[in-house]
């Protein structure tokens, strides 16, 4: 009976901790971690690290048409953001490959515009390589 209650008292402390928060590209454990970092990362600014995080012949699109790696970069260096929030994470493991759909919802503006109060709807894939992960492409769904 001890032994029981010994059991229920330590797998009742995995549920006290939240998430383990992504602080740096070590963090990462899946599919969201690697869209929660990339998004810290676009907000802090720090493009020679998202550079890094992006392959060669990255290439996204959204509802202003298809962008290469570089056009890409320059579209989230016009972003301002003052605060962003990342939910409803559908994660897919194929092999080395993730395939991340997720609703991102984003203050702030975009070359001067406003950015809009609904919810974007992003996929990003990302694949396991020598480097690391790195982000191969990226769709958006959403007037931004």
């Not at 579209?75 to 991340?100: C, D, P």
């Not at 759909?101 to 990302?126: A, C, E, F, Q």
Request: hydrophobic share 40%.
């Amino acid at each position: 009976m001890l032994l029981l209650l010994i059991n229920a008292f330590l797998l009742q402390g995995c549920t006290l901790w939240g998430e383990h928060p992504v602080k740096n590209w070590t963090d990462i454990t899946g599919g969201e971690s690697l869209e929660r970092n990339f998004w810290q990362e676009v907000k802090a600014k720090n493009w020679p690290e998202l550079e890094r995080r992006m392959a060669g012949n990255f290439i996204s699109a959204t509802p202003q048409g298809t962008k290469d790696r570089a056009a890409t970069l320059e579209r989230l260096k016009a972003l301002q953001i003052e605060e962003y929030s990342l939910g409803n994470f559908q994660v897919e493991l194929h092999g080395n490959t993730l395939v991340v759909n997720y609703d991102l919802t984003i203050k702030g503006n975009w070359d001067g515009r406003p950015l809009g109060p609904g919810p974007l709807h992003m996929m990003s894939v990302w694949q396991q390589q020598k480097a690391g992960w790195l982000a191969i492409a990226h769709s958006t769904i959403g007037s931004q």
